[in-house]
């Protein structure tokens, strides 16, 4: 998962220093305090050079590509206001933003044949979707264990969770797509 393990365990330092400390506080911690008071889009879209700098690698391009489509998402989950961040919306921008990075990686993964899908769009449709439920809960599940477990999460943990939950879709995708092709 290279880049996007480090985009997700920057995107939730923020987000813990967020919680911590106060929106202001975690802005001028990275000299962004004129995004103080903006909209949470505008706010991320400020953030995207550190969470994910640009860069020339696939890796860093599937992180930023994430990041951005999680942005994109805010409003979809209710989540309008850094101000008023609670601890789940937290949990649930990480959980976004790990679950686009997952699925792009593996996209990336289709596209360079290291996993082959049946030709049948219907089926490639169901494989998606079945792909991405997967993804969503296996990150969801992942992160209430850990924090469940510890009280708390670190940036460690979130990196080791995001490579295991990859790991499980590639398995499971190479699984899905073998069968839809002998079907």
Partial sequence: MGSSRGVGGRLYNFLSD???RGVQAALVTLNLQALAGRPIEEVFLG????ICPTGGT??????????I????EL?????TD????TPEQMNTVFEMYATHAIEARIANDIGTKSI????????IERVQAQLRDLIRRGVSDALARAIAATGTITADRVL??????????FDVLQTLGEAEEDA
């Fill in 18 to 20: 967020v919680q911590s």
């Fill in 47 to 50: 953030l995207a050079d550190y």
């Fill in 58 to 67: 696939v890796d860093e391009g599937i992180a930023r590509d994430a990041f």
């Fill in 69 to 72: 489509e999680t942005i994109g």
């Fill in 75 to 79: 409003a979809t989950f209710g989540i």
């Fill in 82 to 85: 850094l101000n008023s961040l």
């Fill in 116 to 123: 082959s899908l049946p030709s049948d769009l219907k089926a």
């Fill in 160 to 169: 080791d969770f995001v490579t295991g939950v990859y790991e499980l879709a």
